[in-house]
């Protein structure tokens, strides 16, 4: 009886592990399965994502390009409202200047006109003084 409580036992020993080993196998495939349902809920997470992030990328370096765009359009404003301003106060510079040349030409030009005032009233006065004693003189 031993024997066949013994081959019984074994029996059931043998039966428990198929069962076991079965449940392993099939909790091993359902534990598998999640885990691939959840490697390809992170996966599409993923590139969502980066689909997002893509996309964010791809507007703000759009709305840059646009600033940047409005900026040097604006420094061009400015560069060519400079260019004629400095333009406009070269040629004010340039009548300024002259008209300063103007003014002393005048200037010099009257000065040498009243020089020959002065000498030819000197020699008048000096040819007079010499009649007067070349008279003197004669007389």
């Not at 909790?27 to 885990?35: F, P, Q, T």
């Not at 599409?44 to 893509?54: D, F, G, L, P």
């Not at 040629?91 to 030009?109: C, D, G, K, M, Y």
């Amino acid at each position: 009886m031993d024997g066949i409580k013994l081959h019984s036992y074994q029996k059931k020993q043998e039966a428990m592990q198929t069962r076991h080993a079965f449940q392993l196998r099939k909790e091993n495939r359902e534990m598998r399965a999640e885990l691939d349902k959840l490697k390809e809920h992170n996966q599409a997470a993923v590139k969502r994502i980066e689909k997002e992030y893509n996309q964010e990328a791809f507007q703000e370096q759009a709305e840059l390009e646009t600033k940047l765009n409005e900026i040097r359009k604006k420094n061009e404003r400015i560069i060519e409202n400079e260019e004629k301003r400095y333009e406009k106060m070269r040629e004010e510079t340039i009548l300024t200047h002259e008209q300063q040349l103007e003014e002393l030409q005048l200037a010099h030009e009257k000065e040498i006109q009243n020089q020959k005032e002065k000498h030819q009233e000197y020699i008048e006065n000096a040819r007079r003084r010499i009649e007067a004693e070349k008279m003197k003189l004669e007389g």
